[in-house]
Structure formats: C-alpha cells, structure tokens
C-alpha cells in the first residue's frame, strides 16, 4: 500500500514506524527538515519537506498515486485541508485525520463524504478516555479490547497459583457464562484451546464475550484475587484535555478528584466540571496526597502533559497507598521503566490511536482490529460479504471452515447479538466475525479466507 | 459483452498503480456517458475494492461497482504496458482490467454475467491472446465476440 503521512511529530514518527514493511510505501510530509532526516535515517522511507495541505507538496509527495493518507500534523485545520485536497484533487481512497478540538465533533454531517471527506476521525483525547474506561471496569485485566462499538469484548487474564481456574478442565470453568477462551499463551507459545484444556499457572487467557460475560468474569476473578474491590475513588493528575475529557466522562460514576497545578488551569476545570471535585496544587506534593486520602483511592490516573511527571507522581501515589496506578506517557520505550516503578498500566495515546486504524490497514473489510500480547497477536473483526457460491465462508458452519493455524472464531455479531462460537454455528453474509490470530505471520492467511470472488459484485 | 464500445478500449497504456488504473478507466466509461458523475463511479469502485480485491489471477483485473440510476451497465477495458500491484488472489500483477458499472437497482441480475465473464477472462490462452493484440479495434472484436 502507498501510505501518505502528513506530520513527523511523535504521531507520525510512531505511525510510520509501526506502518514499515515490505508491502507498504511510505512517505512522510512536514516542514521540520531535521525531523524528516532523522526519520530518513532510520527508517526506510521518502520524506517530502513542505506544508501538508498544499496541492503541489502532496503531488511531490505521491498524492497522485497513493492509497492511503493519515493526517496527523498539530493542526486540525491542516489535517481537514488535506483529506478534502487528497480527496477532491488527487482521489485518495481512504482519508484518515487526527483532530483534536472537540469543538468539530459536535457537527456530525460534517465529515460526510460532500463536505470534510474525511473516512476515519482519529481523536486521542476520546480514545484515550474510552481506554481507561475499559481499565475500571477491569482492573485486573492485562488488556480489556472492543468490537462491533461495544457489543463485545475480550480481555486478557494472567492466570496465578492462587487463581481458580488453575488446574481445570476450561469447559469445567465457569460453565454458566457464555464467554470462549480463544487463545492461550502458555512460555511464550501460544495455543487454540479446547474444552479438555487444562489451565496451567502462568497461561495467559483471551475471554471473549458480551459486556454481561465480562462482568461475570470479573466478578469470579476479583474474588480469587486479594486486594481486588471494585474501583470507586479515582483520582486524576492533570487537569488539560485529557484530564476534563475523563473527569466528566467518571464524574457521574464515580467519586472523582482532579488535581490541576496552574490556578487558571484548575478554576476552569472546577467550572466546566459537575461532580468532580477539583483541587489546586501539585501531584507531586506528597502533603497534598496524604491530606486527600491517597491510601484510600483506588485508581490514581496521572495524565499531565509531561510524562516525566506522570512517572513520578504515578510512583509517589502508588508508594503512599494508591490501590492502582496509571501514568500516560508519550513514547513507549517508557513501557519497561514503568515497570520496574510498579505503575500498573501506562497510557500511550499514539499506541491508543494507531490501533484505532488498524482495521483500515487490512486487506478486506476489517472493521477493527487490535494488537494484543505486545503485538504478537492480532484480533480482528471481519465483515462478511458475498454468498455460498462467492465466499468460502458464507452458509458453513464453523466446523465446515478449515482456518489457519493458530486461529480460532471467537464469536460473531449478528446485529445487536454476540453469539458465541459454537462448531454448528453458521456464517451469514453481514456478520462481524471475530478472529483471534494469535501468530501474525497467519494474517494473510486469514485474509485470503473471507475475500469473496472477484466477480462478485 | 454488449455494453462495451470501440472507443472504451484502450492499449499499451503506461500506468503505475491500481488508483492510477481505476482512475483511467472512470476516464473511459463516462466517455458517452455525460450524466455519469466520475467521483461517484471511482468512490463505489473504491468500495468494492475495499470489500476485496477484483483481482482475477493470470494478470487480470475485473474492477466494477454499483451506481444507481443508471439504465444498464457500462463497461470499458484497458491493457497496460506493464504489471501493476492488485493484491490478486495468485499475487501476480495486472497488466489487463476489464471495468464495469452496474445498475443498482439490477439486484443480481447481471451477477451469473459477470461470473461467467470473469471464468472466461481469466482463462490463460484467452488473457495471453489480449496481451498479445495492440490494436483496440481488434481487442474489441475479442471481447464481444459471441461464444
């Protein structure tokens, strides 16, 4: 695929990172020369130095014969500009920008296809917010993902000695929930379970399920677990976009404390937020924590604009009592410091973005997919065309379907329904079938299985 | 194959990718065709691209989308100089596209057409003889000549 990235800020340094690979063409637009020579260095890649929403950088850029544009510069107004120009001028198929102002969200037929040609909005604020949504309704989770906007879910769980289902039989674990384990990864390796599997201390387990499943399992597994109520007191560090975006997000559900250092910063936030108490002061003030009742909070979540801060602050509530901790961080080297600091999850917006557009990075209709296990497995959401006689999956069974190795049918959404996976079920043309792949070299493979014939229509 | 015409066919044409592909042949099939909006003709063959490649295999690419409002289906074929990327099921390149643009309101009535079309396009004698003519008045011939 020709890709063309707009941006070599820390977005787009990620997402061309993340984007290399034999079968992608890459070339990335900004006006910074040195940023471009330090990617130039160490990726292999074309870069163009200019202004991202000018007809004449794109041309030289490859507009003209590019697939793909993302457009992830500092500016919303430069992203906008250059889908509509990749759109009008050059018919680029598929037009994706990051858009940070929650101001042009509130316009829906604004991004329509005659106005802001734009295919996929990504906002890192939200995405963020939703993510650590997920985290509080399953703190115990390794990683909580979503398809079909919601309808279902899987969840990665690290099985311990002290933990239930160890030493079981999977179809004896919980056999009133409707969930599937879809994977294993048991020393590394990963396997396709079935019912005689017997869970083993260590294994690293993929549920998938609907919301109600997952609460379920929950419920199970924080029993199993000390120290694991649910989360009720939460408190934020860091009162900027992300912080205001969570806070009203949690203000409804939860007992909500943000700390916000600039006065000014912090008086707005007071204003604009219902239900959320905000205090003026610094994180990093160990007074000020101890005085809040940080060994009482459940959740300390620090998302300022520095990561260093994050870090540190994260580290300081968690060693005066803070039941769990989230820092965000910007790149992921931090992903093994953070480690070793007992923070226990870290937020990394660019790695929350990207994964926001996988499903438009797979040949076929994806609808979502997600990285999992550190990006050695991937979970996609396939969407179903074609009929008997045009798709090799359409009227089978899924014990009819012969899927690659190390894959496995999770569930499929059939409108508002998850239906599990079950060998007599049958594929329909519309369905949202969720696959877990668990070895990445198989993608192909996976791909090749729902494209229809060509001559379908 | 009644719904090309002569001056739809195109040879030995110098392109270098799929957009660059599809784009030429919208080109070809709102020639004639001044009611034919080439924005929509690309975005809904952009569309049935992303629900999977047209490629056929032996280097040919049967491209095609639904528009509605249309009469009957309009069809337009091109030859490249050289093979083009396409993501076909057999990984080779392209270097022959038959494009099509059907009624949406047909509702599968042209389907066991196209079907029937594409078996005999991507036979290997049948595509090495289209690559070897470089006259579209003779490609043209070829492609409408009855079974």
């Given at each position: 695929?020709?890709?063309?990235?707009l941006?070599?800020?820390q977005?787009?340094?990620?997402?061309?990172?993340?984007?290399?690979s034999?079968t992608?063409?890459?070339?990335?637009?900004?006006?910074?020369?040195?940023?471009?020579d330090?990617?130039?260095?160490?990726?292999?890649?074309?870069?163009?130095?200019?202004?991202?929403?000018?007809?004449?950088?794109?041309?030289?850029?490859?507009?003209?014969?590019?697939?793909?544009?993302?457009?992830?510069?500092?500016?919303?107004?430069t992203?906008m500009?250059?889908?509509?120009i990749?759109?009008?001028l050059?018919?680029?198929?598929t037009?994706?920008?990051?858009?940070?102002?929650?101001?042009?969200?509130?316009?829906?037929n604004?991004?329509?296809?005659?106005?802001?040609?734009?295919?996929?909005?990504?906002?890192?604020?939200?995405?963020?917010?939703?993510?650590?949504?997920?985290?509080i309704?399953?703190?115990?989770?390794?990683?909580?993902?979503?398809?079909?906007?919601?309808r279902?879910?899987?969840?990665?769980?690290?099985?311990?000695?002290?933990y239930?289902?160890?030493?079981?039989?999977?179809?004896?674990?919980?056999?009133?929930?409707?969930?599937?384990?879809?994977?294993?990864?048991?020393n590394?390796?990963?396997?396709?379970?079935?019912?005689?599997?017997?869970?083993?201390?260590?294994?690293?387990?993929?549920?998938?399920?609907?919301?109600?499943?997952m609460?379920?399992?929950?419920a199970?597994?924080?029993?199993a677990?000390?120290?694991?109520?649910?989360?009720?007191?939460?408190?934020?560090?860091?009162?900027?976009?992300?912080?205001?975006?969570?806070?009203?997000?949690?203000?409804?559900d939860?007992?909500v404390?943000?700390?916000?250092i600039?006065?000014?910063?912090?008086r707005?936030?007071?204003?604009?937020?219902?239900n959320?108490i905000?205090?003026q002061?610094?994180?990093?003030?160990?007074?000020?924590?101890?005085?809040?009742?940080?060994?009482?909070?459940?959740?300390?979540?620090a998302?300022?604009e520095?990561?260093?801060?994050?870090?540190?602050?994260?580290?300081?509530?968690?060693?005066?009592?803070?039941?769990r901790?989230?820092?965000l961080?910007?790149?992921?080297?931090?992903?093994?410091?953070?480690?070793?600091?007992?923070?226990?999850?870290?937020?990394?917006?660019t790695?929350?973005?990207?994964?926001?557009?996988?499903?438009y990075?797979?040949?076929?209709?994806?609808a979502?997919?997600?990285?999992?296990?550190?990006?050695?497995?991937?979970?996609?959401e396939?969407?179903?065309?074609g009929?008997h006689?045009?798709?090799?999956?359409?009227g089978?069974?899924?014990?009819?379907?012969?899927?690659?190795?190390?894959t496995?049918?999770?569930?499929?959404?059939?409108?508002?329904?998850?239906?599990?996976?079950?060998?007599d079920?049958?594929?329909?043309?519309?369905?949202?079938?969720?696959v877990?792949?668990?070895?990445?070299?198989?993608?192909?493979?996976?791909?090749?299985?729902?494209?229809?014939a060509?001559?379908?229509? | 194959?009644?719904?090309?015409?002569?001056?739809?066919?195109?040879c030995?044409?110098?392109?270098?990718?799929?957009?660059?592909?599809?784009?030429?042949?919208?080109?070809?099939?709102?020639?004639?065709?001044?009611?034919?909006?080439?924005?929509?003709?690309?975005?809904?063959?952009?569309?049935?691209?992303r629900?999977?490649?047209?490629?056929?295999?032996?280097?040919?690419?049967?491209?095609?989308?639904?528009?509605?409002?249309?009469?009957?289906?309009?069809?337009?074929?091109?030859?490249l100089t050289?093979?083009?990327?396409?993501d076909?099921?057999d990984?080779?390149?392209?270097?022959?596209?038959?494009a099509?643009?059907?009624p949406?309101?047909a509702?599968?009535?042209?389907?066991?057409?196209?079907?029937?079309?594409?078996?005999?396009?991507?036979?290997?004698?049948?595509?090495a003889r289209?690559?070897?003519?470089?006259?579209?008045a003779?490609?043209?011939?070829?492609?409408?000549?009855?079974?």
């Amino acid at each position: 695929m020709k890709i063309i990235i707009l941006g070599a800020g820390q977005f787009g340094t990620s997402l061309a990172a993340s984007l290399i690979s034999e079968t992608n063409d890459i070339n990335v637009v900004d006006l910074n020369a040195a940023k471009l020579d330090t990617l130039q260095e160490r990726y292999d890649l074309r870069t163009v130095r200019g202004n991202a929403s000018h007809p004449s950088v794109l041309d030289r850029a490859g507009a003209s014969t590019a697939d793909m544009m993302i457009a992830v510069t500092n500016s919303d107004e430069t992203n906008m500009l250059a889908c509509q120009i990749g759109y009008t001028l050059f018919h680029i198929s598929t037009k994706i920008a990051r858009v940070r102002s929650s101001e042009y969200f509130s316009y829906k037929n604004l991004f329509a296809q005659e106005a802001l040609p734009v295919d996929l909005l990504i906002s890192p604020e939200s995405l963020v917010a939703e993510y650590v949504e997920r985290i509080i309704a399953f703190p115990e989770a390794q990683q909580i993902v979503g398809f079909a906007g919601g309808r279902a879910q899987m969840v990665s769980l690290r099985c311990t000695t002290a933990y239930g289902p160890v030493g079981r039989k999977l179809s004896s674990w919980l056999p009133d929930v409707d969930y599937r384990c879809t994977a294993i990864f048991r020393n590394k390796e990963s396997m396709v379970p079935n019912g005689d599997t017997v869970i083993q201390a260590g294994d690293e387990m993929f549920l998938l399920g609907d919301p109600q499943a997952m609460r379920q399992i929950r419920a199970e597994f924080s029993e199993a677990q000390q120290n694991s109520r649910s989360i009720r007191r939460i408190v934020l560090a860091g009162g900027g976009n992300i912080g205001k975006r969570l806070a009203s997000h949690l203000g409804n559900d939860y007992h909500v404390k943000l700390i916000e250092i600039n006065p000014e910063q912090a008086r707005q936030a007071s204003e604009e937020l219902n239900n959320v108490i905000v205090l003026q002061g610094s994180a990093t003030d160990r007074e000020l924590l101890i005085n809040e009742n940080i060994d009482q909070t459940d959740l300390f979540c620090a998302v300022t604009e520095s990561e260093e801060t994050n870090l540190v602050t994260a580290m300081l509530a968690k060693e005066l009592g803070a039941t769990r901790t989230i820092a965000l961080v910007n790149s992921p080297a931090f992903a093994e410091i953070a480690n070793r600091l007992h923070i226990d999850k870290l937020i990394i917006p660019t790695q929350i973005s990207i994964s926001a557009m996988l499903g438009y990075l797979h040949r076929g209709d994806v609808a979502v997919a997600h990285f999992l296990h550190g990006g050695t497995a991937e979970a996609l959401e396939a969407v179903i065309h074609g009929d008997h006689d045009s798709s090799r999956v359409v009227g089978r069974t899924l014990a009819e379907i012969e899927l690659p190795k190390h894959t496995s049918i999770g569930a499929i959404v059939r409108g508002q329904n998850v239906l599990i996976a079950h060998h007599d079920l049958q594929i329909q043309t519309g369905d949202h079938v969720i696959v877990l792949v668990s070895d990445k070299h198989e993608i192909p493979a996976v791909e090749s299985l729902f494209r229809v014939a060509a001559t379908y229509i | 194959m009644p719904w090309l015409k002569p001056d739809r066919v195109r040879c030995e044409v110098p392109l270098s990718s799929k957009k660059q592909l599809l784009e030429a042949l919208v080109k070809l099939l709102i020639t004639d065709n001044p009611g034919m909006d080439p924005n929509a003709v690309l975005n809904c063959m952009y569309a049935r691209e992303r629900v999977s490649s047209t490629g056929l295999c032996n280097g040919v690419a049967l491209p095609h989308g639904q528009l509605p409002n249309q009469e009957h289906p309009v069809a337009a074929f091109i030859q490249l100089t050289k093979g083009i990327n396409y993501d076909a099921p057999d990984g080779r390149q392209v270097d022959l596209a038959f494009a099509m643009v059907i009624p949406t309101e047909a509702n599968g009535e042209y389907q066991v057409c196209l079907s029937g079309f594409g078996d005999k396009l991507r036979n290997a004698d049948f595509s090495a003889r289209l690559r070897s003519i470089k006259d579209p008045a003779h490609i043209y011939t070829l492609l409408t000549a009855p079974e």
